[in-house]
């Protein structure tokens, strides 16, 4: 059974730096094709893709906010780690992990973690 | 980066009737790399087409996806009670986007 978990802080202050990690299971990012995204949500608002690392430590993301973001990944510990720098209130959210292979799409998500921004 | 339009914005019908939802995209999404998710209140979004028109693994058959280039429809036959939810394409044959949604509700 494949599963993720995103953890991390709920509240973060303005211009600080957010850390979140998605710990998952029952697949290896090892594995050729594999991926895990990052993707947020605003409150009431649409999905957003954020970034995404591959099995072959290949890094992309979201050209809107490049510049604040960094992924990374921990295969031994099956983990994938998301920084996003500068945090602002619009940046409050839920933040979800997601599996990601080509071309099945984003076909397991985690249950999400409520990350808001305030001072 | 493609953007994604979807619509109509709100989609309103009653159960039993047939849902049929657009997304437009602003350049060819290569290989058909489109996919569409089904989103309820307080859940994460759930996997129902991939690749335009395979449905994704335990999807009812009564969702259907259709479409390739810029153009792409999902295809709800026959609405059941469980199926009033939120709806967002994806495109992922380059950077990933999404759609902003379009909202199924009860008529």
């Known amino acids: 059974q494949v599963t993720l978990r995103e953890s991390g802080p709920a509240l973060v202050k303005p211009t600080q730096t957010l850390t979140l990690t998605c710990t998952f299971s029952?697949?290896?990012?090892?594995?050729?094709?594999?991926?895990v995204s990052w993707i947020r949500q605003p409150p009431g608002k649409a999905l957003e893709w954020l970034a995404l690392?591959?099995?072959?430590?290949?890094?992309y993301y979201s050209t809107s906010l490049k510049t604040r973001l960094t992924i990374s990944k921990d295969t031994s510990k099956n983990q994938v780690v998301l920084t996003m720098t500068n945090m602002d209130p619009v940046d409050t959210a839920t933040y979800y992990c997601?599996?990601?292979?080509?071309?099945?799409?984003?076909?397991?998500w985690g249950q999400g973690t409520t990350v808001t921004v305030s001072s | 980066e493609i953007v994604l339009t979807q619509s109509p914005g709100t989609l309103s019908l009653s159960p039993g009737e047939r849902a049929t939802l657009s997304c437009r995209a602003s350049?060819?999404?290569?290989?058909?790399?489109l996919a569409w998710y089904q989103q309820k209140p307080g859940q994460a979004p759930r996997l129902l087409i991939y690749g335009a028109s395979s449905r994704a693994t335990g999807i009812p058959d009564r969702f259907s996806g259709s479409g390739s280039g810029t153009d792409f429809t999902l295809t709800i036959s026959r609405l059941e009670p469980e199926d009033f939810a939120v709806y967002y394409c994806?495109?992922?044959?380059?950077?990933?986007?999404f759609g902003q949604g379009t909202k199924v509700e009860i008529k």
């Open positions: 029952g697949f290896s990012l090892s594995t050729s094709g594999m991926c």
């Open positions: 350049q060819s999404v290569s290989s058909s790399y």
């Open positions: 994806q495109q992922y044959g380059s950077s990933p986007t």
């Open positions: 997601a599996r990601f292979s080509s071309p099945n799409g984003m076909d397991v």
């Open positions: 690392i591959d099995w072959d430590d290949d890094k």
